[in-house]
């Protein structure tokens, strides 16, 4: 009978077997690793050309539509064969299926209906030709982000992670330039916010400004029903009836018109309001952002009953005009083109109804740290992105239409937001501050000149209307007493 091995030599040869088979699994694991690595980098090229081949493909789709869209204005109804031809051809441009969009296939997925903040992704122009055009600045703006996902959307998002805290720095100025990720900015916008009002910000202000409006009517009411229904027809969230975001909306603008007496409430404000309710969705959050625009960042009177400020801030933009565009402003001149018409309501909403979501936004990202500068960095960098197409542009009418949907084209937001802090440059606060003296000044003195003639005239009426005889009732009199 063979003799028991000792449990010295069993414990020994135990743990040469786990050594064995450790080193045996960690190779494996090595080797998987090594499999996975190698799978992961592949499907991040495939990935990569999956994206850029959408997107050229996107880029030819879209000079096809402005090829027809260009044969369309060319042949319209000369040609009946050709214009039958173009009519169909169309006519198939135009039926897409936003069903077609997938929710969950990320970045690659086709254009969807409506954007991440409820957007329509293809603009719904009412007048019948622009829909081919609106169809191709989808498509761009689809391509500009596809092109950029890796090489500029990745990085600016790692950037965004990797931040922290947020404190004012020049690192964090341009990152708020280039745009913050949608993940990171409800919380960004919070913060912005709160450094514009926290000597204004009160625990309970905001319930205590409802309730005020549950206790009594406010003059302003009517008008911010009237214009309820008028913001962002282009939004599913104020559009859906089911949605909640309309009912937030009235009561953010009730409660500001109790905060801000002497405005109440000045149209535009909707829009600003409803804004900011898309990207921070609760509404005393919402309310401060409005209240942190109205009163810290623009300035005084910029929405009262005379909107001098907004007046005065017209003015100094077209100085600034004229001093960095002069061809542009030549151009203009010689064709009596008056460019407030549009870019006033630019200043008083800052772009809401003007340029697509994601470049406003992005635009938000930058005003709501720096201020109003950002406002003519941005109405200048709109112009000269566009300088070209108006200067082809013969005819004064011609280019009044174009100026209404103009804003829309723009598709490049990298592109844009160059030429606003680079090419715009020197910009100095100094330079905006002496313009706005000086053109309030004499808008000031324009007003009380006006006041004085409209008094003068007043007076010269009532001294010369003759005296109406007790026995001689007006019509309105004779009505009454009927």
């Not at 040869?13 to 996975?36: C, G, P």
């Amino acid at each position: 009978m063979p003799p028991h091995p000792t449990p010295l030599l069993l414990r020994e040869d135990d743990m040469e077997a786990y050594r064995t088979q450790n080193r045996f699994l960690n190779s494996e694991i090595h080797q998987v690793t090594k499999l996975w690595r190698r799978v992961a980098e592949r499907q991040k090229a495939l990935l990569m050309k999956c994206a850029y081949l959408q997107a050229k493909n996107c880029q030819v789709e879209s000079k096809y539509l402005a090829g027809l869209r260009r044969l369309q204005e060319a042949v319209g109804d000369e040609a009946s064969e050709c214009s039958e031809l173009l009519r169909q051809l169309t006519q198939e441009a135009l039926q897409w299926e936003a069903g077609e969009a997938s929710a969950d296939s990320g970045v690659l997925s086709p254009i969807s209906e409506y954007d991440e903040y409820g957007f329509l992704t293809v603009p719904n122009y009412e007048v019948e030709d622009l829909k081919l055009l609106a169809k191709i600045q989808a498509l761009e703006v689809c391509s500009h982000h596809l092109l950029a996902h890796e090489a500029v959307e990745r990085p600016r998002r790692e950037r965004w992670a990797a931040l922290g805290e947020l404190a004012p720095s020049a690192e964090l100025k341009q990152l708020l330039r280039a745009g913050v990720p949608r993940e990171h900015r409800p919380r960004v916008w919070r913060w912005l916010v709160r450094r514009r009002v926290q000597h204004l910000q009160a625990p309970g202000r905001y319930q205590e400004l409802l309730s005020r409006g549950q206790a009594c009517s406010q003059p302003a009411a009517r008008q911010i029903e009237l214009d309820l229904n008028r913001t962002f027809p282009n939004n599913k969230h104020f559009t859906c009836p089911s949605s909640s975001f309309p009912e937030k909306l009235r009561r953010v603008l009730l409660a500001f018109s109790w905060q801000n007496p002497s405005i109440g409430y000045c149209q535009g404000l909707n829009r600003l309001a409803a804004i900011a309710l898309l990207v921070l969705d609760e509404e005393e959050s919402a309310f401060w952002c409005l209240v942190a625009i109205v009163e810290s960042i623009m300035p005084a009177d910029y929405y009262s009953k005379t909107l001098t400020s907004s007046q005065v801030d017209q003015r100094v933009l077209q100085d600034l005009l004229s001093e960095k565009l002069p061809r542009l402003m030549a151009h203009l001149g010689q064709h009596r083109v008056d460019l407030s018409f549009i870019t006033f309501n630019w200043f008083l909403v800052v772009f809401a109804d003007s340029l697509i979501s994601s470049i406003l936004l992005q635009v938000w990202d930058a005003f709501l740290y720096e201020g109003t500068k950002v406002v003519f960095r941005y109405a200048l960098a709109i112009f000269k992105y566009n300088e070209e197409e108006i200067l082809r542009l013969q005819d004064g009418l011609e280019i009044c239409q174009y100026l209404r949907f103009f804003t829309k084209t723009i598709c490049d937001s990298r592109k844009l937001m160059s030429i606003a802090f680079n090419d715009m440059n020197p910009f100095p606060m100094k330079q905006l501050r002496q313009l706005r003296t000086a053109h309030g000044e004499r808008l000031e003195a324009e007003l009380q000149e006006l006041e004085q003639l409209k008094a003068a005239y007043l007076e010269t009426q009532a001294s010369r209307l003759p005296a109406v005889p007790e026995a001689c009732a007006s019509e309105d009199e004779l009505d009454g007493e009927a």
